[in-house]
């Protein structure tokens, strides 16, 4: 297996949709509940997160023990990042910063 | 942690005014979508959603596309195979199968019993013959129904 197959087989990210990856990111400076989340993530990418889309990356994240939900507060439960989640994010992070780099290169080597 | 939100004045809310009846038919559209989720969700998320579509209508996101995103989650939600619902669908086939497997060996024990005491000629001296009855002196023969004759030692005996 070459290096970029091992590094693409760790980005566990790569096939849990965009709303995962930004809820990630959102959770990476701290816990936070889902109204939260969608008001952060809105602000951060211009992205506006249904609350069904939300509540299911959420599970879906916590089923994989990228996040984890801490006790409720009232009727909130707040979430955080795991180390895991916040391994597998860089490892994302980086993978779509070589992707971007190749893309502009190109972008410039065209001439457009 | 960020607060909850923006907090808004009770005039600003859709719950208030004129518009009393939209909002509730509002609210009551997020619950049916809401109530669309399985009972395992809805027992984790189903308060802190039901809030949290309200924050949202507060801010001004049409309820609509709220209860259309719960909607669409919620179809999700029955689509996604769940560990816990794969573990009832395998008891529920061992349970199907051992049910079955009990009534096949309860229809083969009944039927062993009835394929013993089949018709095979006994080794007796007694006989059957089907066919109307030969007049027995002070025996009245049944209306209509066929008679088995039993001649057994000499004696008749109708069955």
Redesign the interface.
């Known amino acids: 297996m070459s290096r970029q197959d091992a590094l693409t087989e760790q980005d566990v990210l790569r096939r849990v949709g965009e709303a995962s990856v930004l809820i990630l990111i959102s959770l990476a400076d701290?816990?936070?509940?889902?109204?939260?989340l969608?008001?952060?993530i809105k602000e951060l990418a211009g992205v506006?997160l249904?609350?069904?889309?939300l509540?299911?990356a959420l599970?879906r994240l916590e089923r994989l023990g990228l996040i984890d939900a801490l006790p409720?507060e009232d009727?909130?439960?707040?979430y955080r990042i795991t180390a895991p989640g916040a391994a597998a994010l860089r490892v994302h992070l980086d993978s779509l910063e070589r992707v971007s780099a190749a893309g502009r290169l190109r972008l410039q080597l065209g001439g457009i | 942690?960020?607060?909850?939100?923006p907090e808004t004045g009770p005039e600003t809310g859709p719950e208030t005014g004129p518009e009393t009846g939209t909002a509730s038919g509002v609210a009551r559209l997020v619950e049916i979508a809401l109530r669309c989720y399985p009972a395992r969700?809805r027992r984790r998320?189903g308060?802190?959603?039901a809030?949290?579509?309200a924050?949202?209508i507060r801010d001004g996101?049409p309820a609509g596309?709220?209860a259309?995103?719960?909607?669409?989650?919620?179809a999700?939600?029955w689509l996604t195979p769940h560990p816990a619902r794969r573990l009832r669908t395998v008891a529920c086939a061992l349970l199907v199968a051992a049910c079955s497997l009990g009534v096949s060996a309860g229809l083969l024990a009944s039927a062993a019993p009835a394929r013993a005491a089949s018709p095979s000629p006994p080794p007796g001296p007694a006989q059957c013959r089907s066919g109307p009855a030969a007049p027995v002196p002070g025996v009245i023969p049944a209306l209509g129904r066929p008679q088995v004759i039993i001649r057994e030692a000499g004696h008749d005996r109708s069955c």
């Open positions: 701290g816990p936070k509940h889902g109204y939260a969608i008001q952060d506006e249904g609350p069904g889309t509540y299911g599970d409720a009727r909130r439960h707040p | 942690m960020p607060e909850a939100g969700w998320h308060a802190e959603a809030e949290l579509a924050l949202l996101t596309s709220i259309w995103s719960y909607l669409a989650g919620a999700r939600e």
